[in-house]
T-cell receptor
Framework: GEDVEQSLFLSVREGDSSVINCTYTDSSSTYLYWYKQEPGAGLQLLTYIFSNMDMKQDQRLTVLLNKKDKHLSLRIADTQTGDSAIYFCAEILSYNTDKLIFGTGTRLQVFP | GAVVSQHPSWVICKSGTSVKIECRSLDFQATTMFWYRQFPKQSLMLMATSNEGSKATYEQGVEKDKFLINHASLTLSTLTVTSAHPEDSSFYIC??????????FGPGTRLTVT
């Protein structure tokens, strides 16, 4: 199947690290993505990782991929109130490279 | 770079009328454009994939006669919701890709049908 699951909600204090998790079922993922959606807006591509990589870091963002467990995570260091949004993980499968399959989304709330 | 715009950003229309939403890639040529629908507090649902100059490919369960997609150029795709009904009210988001692995999303269009 093509299920991508995320926990619904995460609340963190400003300055702490946030870790958003994602699990997927199809092992033929080629690229995996993290998108950010602010209220009433479209999706902003934050970062992506190719399936043969274990980790990717981009400034405050660290993506970890455990392909054996089909688990993807996004760590946001020094979380700020502007990071409050919904975060979607998504994957592209090797046999359908046109189709992004989205996770259920995690609402991140950052409090002072 | 990689900016995608949508117009309008929100629209209210009466039941039975048709509404056209435009999606433009502003600084790159998009060989493929995608249309998604998002219900409140839910994830995105792919409606259709369109390639420039050819007919759109619709996902299962999406009525092609109701949601008309035209991809006339490498920078413009339009979605027309025909004979709109209140259940068509939703947030419609397009994305554009010049390569399979990179999709860039528009800001979305909120459609309300009264």
């Amino acid at each position: 199947g093509e299920d991508v699951e995320q926990s619904l909600f995460l609340s963190v204090r400003e300055g702490d690290s946030s870790v958003i998790n994602c699990t997927y079922t199809d092992s033929s993922s080629t690229y995996l993505y993290w998108y950010k959606q602010e209220p009433g807006a479209g999706l902003q591509l934050l970062t992506y990782i190719f399936s043969n990589m274990d980790m990717k870091q981009d400034q405050r963002l660290t993506v970890l991929l455990n392909k054996k467990d089909k688990h993807l995570s996004l760590r946001i260091a020094d979380t700020q109130t502007g990071d409050s949004a919904i975060y979607f993980c998504a994957e592209i499968l090797s046999y359908n490279t046109d189709k992004l399959i989205f996770g259920t989304g995690t609402r991140l709330q950052v409090f002072p | 770079g990689a900016v995608v715009s949508q117009h309008p950003s929100w629209v209210i229309c009466k039941s039975g009328t048709s509404v056209k939403i435009e999606c433009r890639s502003l600084d790159f040529q998009a060989t493929t454009m995608f249309w998604y629908r998002q219900f409140p507090k839910q994830s995105l649902m792919l409606m259709a994939t369109s390639n420039e100059g050819s007919k759109a490919t619709y996902e299962q369960g999406v009525e092609k006669d109701k949601f008309l997609i035209n991809h006339a150029s490498l920078t413009l795709s339009t979605l027309t919701v025909t004979s709109a009904h209140p259940e068509d009210s939703s947030f419609y988001i397009c994305s554009a890709a010049s390569r399979s692995y990179e999709q860039y999303f528009g800001p979305g269009t909120r459609l309300t049908v009264t």
